[in-house]
């Protein structure tokens, strides 16, 4: 009797150990956007959100999303006010936060039909000067060289017909990559100009056979200054959370192959990482 008091006693203790134990599982905060697909919704369903739950789970710590709306405040708003501790996809090297070690570079692409077999080569293709219609976003490095190849003051009007979402709050301006990505399926745009990331889900979910070109990273302005096309992505934290930055890199280094699973499944052009960043490492 008294061995089986002994046995049941042992097992207590372990299940309140163990119960003590993840009870003190500190939650990862992730700062996630409510709805900016393909990267992230509240739902969880976005590529981020993977990648999140990955290193959620290398960290041993349950992930807790800290939901915002606005894509243009969240640093200063959630991140800064300690409402979250991580962000998911951000570019390597912002001046705002401590960015991790990148953990995949990818690149704008230009996206066609199949059966239009466009030689989308560059900015200096024929293709793009005779295009009657262009999908591309304001603000982008293809605005840049939009107005560099004199295109983009006859696309102004349709440009403006594929805004997806107008706040009233200061006139926040949001377009969809999945409209952009329908306008070349439907034929009523022959190119559109995307950050590879935010089109590889539509252009592979697409009924109409679509193909990405990656713009090379070789561009200039008018006036002889660089125009990036290529950009590494990261985590990011607090300046001063210097701890938790260590641990991130880590977790991305344990878990490199899941995370490549979950950009292959997602179809993301990548890019190889300049010589000089992998000099660095």
């Not at 990862?28 to 789970?57: D, H, R, S, T, W």
């Not at 912002?94 to 990818?106: A, E, G």
């Not at 377009?175 to 590889?200: C, I, M, Q, R, T």
């Not at 002889?224 to 991305?252: C, I, P, W």
Request: hydrophobic share 40%; proline share 5%; glycine share 8%.
């Amino acid at each position: 009797m008294k061995q089986l008091n002994d046995i049941l006693t042992a097992l207590a203790i372990g299940l309140a150990v163990s119960a003590s134990a993840h009870a003190s599982e500190e939650p990862l905060k992730v700062c996630n956007a409510e709805n900016e697909m393909p990267y992230a919704n509240k739902k969880g369903e976005g590529f981020e959100n993977k990648i999140a739950q990955v290193v959620g789970e290398a960290l041993g710590r349950p992930i807790e999303y800290v939901n915002w709306t606005d894509a243009r405040y969240f640093v200063r708003d959630y991140l800064d006010k300690g409402l979250c501790d991580v962000v998911i996809g951000m570019d390597t090297g912002d001046p705002r936060v401590l960015t991790t070690k990148p953990y995949y570079r990818s690149g704008y692409v230009f996206i066609s039909r199949v059966k239009d077999g466009l030689d989308l080569h560059g900015w200096d293709s024929d293709e793009l000067m005779n295009a009657e219609r262009i999908a591309f976003i304001p603000g982008t490095p293809a605005e840049v060289m939009m107005r560099k190849i004199g295109r983009y003051n006859d696309q102004f009007n349709y440009m403006h017909e594929l805004v997806g979402f107008k706040s009233r709050r200061n006139q926040y301006v949001k377009y969809d990559p999945a409209k952009l990505v329908g306008e070349v399926a439907s034929g009523n745009a022959e190119v559109a100009v995307l950050w590879g990331p935010s089109a590889a889900r539509y252009v592979k979910e697409s009924a109409t056979p679509l193909t990405m070109a990656v713009i090379p990273d070789n561009n200039v302005r008018a006036d002889g200054e660089k125009v990036g096309f290529h950009y590494s992505t990261s985590m990011g934290v607090r300046k001063e959370d210097t701890k938790l930055l260590e641990q991130l890199n880590q977790a991305l280094a344990e878990r490199r192959q899941d995370i490549d699973q979950i950009l292959s499944a997602e179809s993301i052009p990548l890019v190889s990482e300049p010589a000089q960043a992998l000099a660095s490492k």
